[in-house]
């Protein structure tokens, strides 16, 4: 017994210490900086950053596109998962990989996609909704169908199709069914996705700031404003702070949301039938609206003036390839540090445990550890440009700096694929290799890597992706010398002229590019949901 816990405080002896500099000690000096300004306790300064009309007007804007965009995604969402895990059709694996993408797209490229999409020369520049917040509202949509589609059609795809059976066998019609039977069932499985999708819509940023700019600002980007263009490092650090407070709480309440329950006997993917036909309809209308921002940014960056043009894509030389050479290296080793981190984690978390007091540190820690998922890039980068900036750790002018932040920001999406396929290792086989003489580090190489080995591939794919567009964290820390594509196309896309602005659309559509591709090769893999959280 005494081996046994020795051996697991090892593995997680790393996983702690950065979180301990990483994350504890950057949200010490946020606090610091927002309640302490002084070396002396100020609510009544933190209570007056929060009563500033401005801000007020942000924290309001945050609250409501939050929610109306969540109720939206859900409404959306519901059908797109009985579509694609509940009816079985011809390219139905397309279409779960292609509503996947845009929530590992590049912030900044959604952004501009939208703008490209909603400009007067735009195809829906009709609407004129471009700079406003229905636009906003729609992007943060956009981003977050995968969640409620994942979740919840993982969780309809694995319940007991018993019950259903029995309520039909009485004389229930199929929407009775529906109603009184599989809705009831759900409810975890959407109550969960809700609360994540607020938590993601709360906290986006780079797709924010491109299409709100100052005058839709919400509480992520308002940070960055208030820290990069008005210097009040007080008012970032007071809004950072509320930020974590409210994301803690409701990361809490998802915790305490109960499984969707998964029964012995699955559901089984059906053909479409005509009573599906509003379904199917409703499934062909979203996905197609999730490619059009996609396809008219592709489409625009070979047109300028009313002719195509290959202007943009000609442009790419040293600063494009030098951009990309140090997203992908950057992205690479980050998520090398992320899944290295998520494996030690996983390993500990998923254990067997014996006795109430494991069960309690085991619990203690997966909350610890999903903790950066709820926690904004932002706030990340903040964190890291106040504390990490005197001796001993004197890291803002060091390039693993953006390392660190973009593996923190990985972590928890790796480790939410990682983790449900290490618990669904029956601990028996472990036993019985240990009794035939195996040692810890044989079992788990015969045991358990072969089970594990594809979710750990995803969740390498799934990192891969989100560091590569990496913006929130990178646009505070990213030096000059070492730009990210993201970094650069944001900066381009500010500049002014007909060659920049087709340079930066030709950069974003080889970024979605490259981001596409890795999501389909994950979902090649058929594992687990990126919105299990």
Same mark, same amino acid.
Request: glycine share 10%; net charge positive.
């Given at each position: ?15 702690? !210490? ?14 610091? &900086? ?12 933190? +209570? ?34 009985? !579509?694609?895990?509940?009816? $079985? ?35 829906l520049g009709f609407l004129r909704l471009d700079g406003t917040a229905p636009a906003i509202v729609a992007v943060l949509v956009?981003?977050?169908?995968? /969640? ?32 009184? /039977?599989?809705?009831?069932?759900? &409810? ?15 906290? !986006? ?9 100052? &005058?839709?600002?919400?509480? %992520?980007? %308002? ?30 309440g998802v915790t305490r949301v109960p499984a969707a329950a998964i029964g012995r006997l699955p559901s089984v993917a059906r053909?479409? =039938? ?25 489409? $625009?960056? +070979? ?43 996983? /390993? ?9 007091? %494991? ?55 790796? +480790? ?6 290490? $618990? ?14 195996? =040692? ?50 944001? %900066? ?15 950069? =974003? /559509? ?14 090649? +893999?058929?594992?687990? =949901?990126?919105?299990?959280?």
């Open positions: 017994m005494i081996r046994r816990r020795v051996g697991l405080a090892a593995l997680a002896a790393l996983p702690l !210490a950065v979180l301990a500099i990483f994350f504890a000690l950057p949200l010490i000096g946020m606090i610091g &900086r927002g309640l302490w300004p002084d070396a002396h306790l100020d609510l009544g300064g933190a +209570l007056e950053v929060l009563g500033r009309a401005r801000i007020r007007k942000v924290l309001w804007f945050t609250v409501w596109s939050s929610t109306l965009a969540t109720l939206i995604t859900v409404a959306l969402g519901l059908p797109l998962a009985h !579509a694609l895990y509940r009816l $079985r059709f011809p390219g139905r694996g397309l279409l779960r990989a292609l509503v996947v993408v845009p929530f590992v797209l590049p912030t900044v490229v959604v952004g501009i996609a939208f703008r490209t999409l909603l400009v007067p020369s735009g195809p956009f981003f977050n169908v995968a /969640v409620v589609v994942r979740t919840v059609g993982t969780a309809w795809e694995g319940l007991d199709r018993r019950p259903g059976e029995a309520a039909a066998a009485l004389g229930a019609s199929p929407r009775q069914v529906f109603a009184t /039977v599989t809705l009831p069932a759900l &409810r975890p499985a959407i109550a969960g996705a809700a609360a994540v999708v607020f938590l993601f819509c709360a906290t !986006a940023f780079g797709a924010v700031l491109t299409l709100g700019g100052e &005058r839709y600002a919400t509480v %992520e980007t %308002e940070i960055y404003l208030q820290t990069t263009q008005y210097l009040d490092l007080r008012t970032a650090a007071v809004l950072s702070l509320l930020q974590f407070v409210v994301v803690v709480a409701l990361l809490v053909r479409p =039938s005509r009573r599906d036909l509003p379904v199917l309809v409703m499934t062909a209308l979203v996905v197609g609206a999730l490619v059009l921002p996609i396809a008219t940014l592709a489409v $625009r960056s +070979l047109r300028s003036g009313g002719t195509w043009t290959t202007v943009g894509y000609r442009q790419f030389g040293g600063g494009v390839t030098t951009a990309l050479r140090n997203s992908l290296t950057t992205a690479v080793i980050a998520t090398g540090v992320s899944v290295a981190l998520a494996l030690l984690i996983a /390993v500990v978390i998923t254990r067997p445990p014996r006795g109430s007091g %494991e069960r309690r540190v085991f619990r203690l820690l997966d909350g610890l550890f999903t903790l950066p998922l709820g926690i904004s890039a932002v706030t990340i980068g903040f964190g890291f440009l106040i504390t990490l900036d005197h001796p001993p750790l004197d890291l803002r002018r060091s390039a693993g700096l953006v390392i660190v932040a973009q593996a923190l920001v990985a972590l928890p999406l790796v +480790l939410r694929v990682v983790v449900p396929a290490l $618990r669904a290792i029956d601990d028996r086989r472990r036993q019985a290799a240990a009794t035939l003489g195996a =040692s810890p580090l044989r079992v788990f190489a015969t045991v358990d890597v072969p089970i594990v080995g594809r979710p750990v591939l995803a969740g390498t794919g799934f990192a891969l992706a989100v560091c590569l567009g990496e913006f929130g964290a990178t646009s505070f820390l990213a030096r000059p010398d070492r730009q990210t594509l993201p970094v650069l196309i944001y %900066e381009t896309i500010g500049r002014r002229g007909t060659e920049n602005f087709q340079l930066a659309l030709a950069a =974003s /559509v080889l970024l979605a590019a490259i981001t596409v591709a890795i999501m389909i090769g994950v979902e090649r +893999l058929r594992v687990g =949901s990126v919105g299990a959280f």
